[in-house]
């Protein structure tokens, strides 16, 4: 009798417990869902005024809800900017320095982390320090830099600059991840006769490829936000980037606001598809991380 009083309980227990976690978990997911909507007001506003007329806006500003679909400001900025060219540019830039971005990051944390190089904190703390530098400090060793080298205004000097910019949080990150890999692992792979390239390519690489995917994601999406050093460095219309292209015609032709929101809604638009395409594998990556 005894026994069965205690078995009962038990579920009893869980079930309460289970209820308990389950209120907790509520509270959390409104709170986090309120300040979603929170942040997704900007965008909402955008999305408004996109789609409104010169005069609307003006009559009613920006918080009213557009009398008529208004779509000419969409088509002004895609044939003023030359949207598709800016967008090839953005997406030539944004992809090389992710992939090149992870592979210097990879190389140097497996020097790091791994090899045991002499200084190995002091250097992860420079890489470190170096993240941590604003770009206005940068920008003018870079801009004079690249004029005694003759990169100025290509899209090869922008390419190096944030190849080297990402790659030292990269370095950073990952040198702090291979610190702790297992040695046992790296032994058994030398006792096997693997070299240096093989232990990289073969161990430790399908080790750290999530963390690697979500670096790719962060750099791509970093790197196609930026704006003050493609502005300085890219001065032809036929190199610049999509958010120097926005800005320069909002400045230059002195665009109406519901033109400039079409032009930011359509520039906005890429670097969410490519968010929403590798979410899983953010997420995966994230996941995997944890785990370990």
């Known amino acids: 009798m005894a026994v069965t009083l205690v078995t009962d309980r038990v579920p009893r227990r869980r079930v309460r417990d289970r209820h308990h976690r389950g209120a907790s978990r509520w509270v959390v997911l409104a709170l986090v869902s309120l300040a979603a909507l929170v942040m997704l007001v900007p965008f909402v506003f955008m999305l408004l005024n996109a789609f409104k007329s010169p005069g609307d806006y003006s009559a009613s500003g920006p918080l009213s809800w557009p009398t008529e679909f208004y779509t000419k400001g969409l088509t002004t900025y895609w044939t003023e900017v030359d949207f598709p060219l800016k967008f090839w540019n953005s997406l030539l830039i944004s992809g090389s320095v992710a992939v090149l971005a992870v592979a210097l990051s990879l190389f140097n944390a497996y020097a790091l ?3 045991r190089v002499r200084g190995r904190l002091w ?10 530098m604003p770009q206005e400090a940068l920008i003018y060793p870079l801009y004079y830099a690249a004029k005694e080298i003759g990169l100025y205004n290509t899209q090869l000097s922008v390419i190096i600059i944030f190849t080297v910019v990402q790659s030292a949080f990269g370095t950073y990150l990952l040198a702090s991840v291979l610190g702790t890999f297992p040695r ?31 670096l790719l994601i962060f750099f791509f999406i970093w790197t196609w936000n930026e704006f003050l050093i493609p502005l300085v460095m890219l001065i032809d219309n036929s190199t610049q980037t999509i958010p120097v292209a926005l800005a320069s015609l909002q400045g230059d032709r002195l665009m109406d606001a519901p033109t400039t929101n079409a032009g930011a809604l359509i520039s906005l638009v890429p670097a969410v598809l490519f968010f929403i395409i590798f979410q899983r594998t953010l997420s995966r990556g994230i996941t995997a991380g944890a785990e370990k």
């Open 184 to 214: 046992s692992v790296l032994e058994a792979a030398a006792l096997d006769g693997a070299g240096k390239w093989t232990v990289l390519r073969r161990v430790v690489f399908p080790n750290v490829r999530p963390t690697l995917a979500v």
């Open 113 to 115: 982390g791994i090899g």
């Open 123 to 132: 250097i992860v703390g420079l890489f470190l320090l170096a993240n941590m």
